[in-house]
């Protein structure tokens, strides 16, 4: 097995309380597009004219004919390797705790218990004038946007710029990280805030920081301890194998 793969099961076998921090990366391999790079959604669709709330408040149809683009691509995508092995780490005690930035919850769909959705979760539609919610699935999309029984405009219940992390979502996340001595950061470039903040946190109380992506990111010349630049999908199936073979 490649030594980078042996460091990062080494040190998951020593950690106590081991989390992952994923991103959009993650879910590449799942169909889903990332939003940066020259592949990414954002090539297609400028973040500041469909992303930002305000965006959303001005012109929610026209955003949301982006979102039901995605929505597509939400409907057909299923955890991939990389999914399954976080939620086997998991289940054989070497994980502790997923922070996600990604809405589409197939964390959950490969079997991870404990996932903190920081920016949400895209299968859930909240009303912007009385509050309730429902699911995204018992909603047509045929008539933009899509409305409430009170008739207010539907939202998906994710953060967009502009707009503020859930408070649970973001004091778990500054719980989990302040208290873990590994975090593997894996599938995000980690240069938005408040998010970039957590491997940053974790590394501040002593944590070994591990970073799985494709591409260096600032996080590999400032703070990672391990940088393996390929896939996730790759890299922890065969750790998992791996410490599998040890008897973990």
């Not at 169909?31 to 669709?45: K, T």
């Not at 691509?73 to 994980?95: F, I, R």
């Not at 912007?128 to 909603?139: A, T, V």
């Amino acid at each position: 097995m490649d030594p980078k793969y042996l460091q990062l099961a080494d040190r998951l076998e020593r950690a106590e309380n081991a989390i992952a921090m994923t991103g959009a990366g993650i879910s590449v391999e799942s169909g889903i597009p990332a939003f940066r790079g020259s592949q990414g959604l954002w090539a297609e669709y400028d973040p500041m004219e469909y992303a930002h709330i305000q965006s959303f408040y001005n012109n929610p149809a026209k955003v949301w004919r982006m979102l039901k683009d995605l929505d597509a691509l939400l409907v057909q995508a299923k955890p991939n390797p990389a999914h399954t092995a976080l939620a086997e780490l998991e289940s054989m005690g070497l994980l502790k705790c997923i922070i996600t930035q990604n809405v589409d919850s197939l964390h959950q769909e490969a079997g991870s218990k404990k996932v903190v959705e920081f920016h949400g979760n895209g299968k859930t539609l909240v009303c912007l004038d009385c509050g309730r919610k429902y699911s995204s699935r018992d909603i047509p999309l045929d008539s933009l946007p899509p409305r409430c029984n009170c008739m207010g405009v539907l939202k998906p219940d994710v953060v967009f710029f502009g707009e503020a992390i859930p408070y649970e979502a973001g004091s778990q996340a500054q719980s989990v990280a302040c208290s873990c001595d590994l975090i593997m950061v894996i599938g995000t470039s980690a240069v938005v805030a408040p998010a970039s903040m957590i491997p940053v946190t974790a590394k501040n109380n002593g944590a070994y920081v591990v970073e799985i992506n494709l591409e260096p990111t600032v996080l590999s010349q400032t703070i990672s301890d391990l940088v393996i630049n390929e896939s996730a999908g790759r890299v922890l199936p065969e750790v998992v194998t791996w410490l599998k073979s040890r008897g973990k």
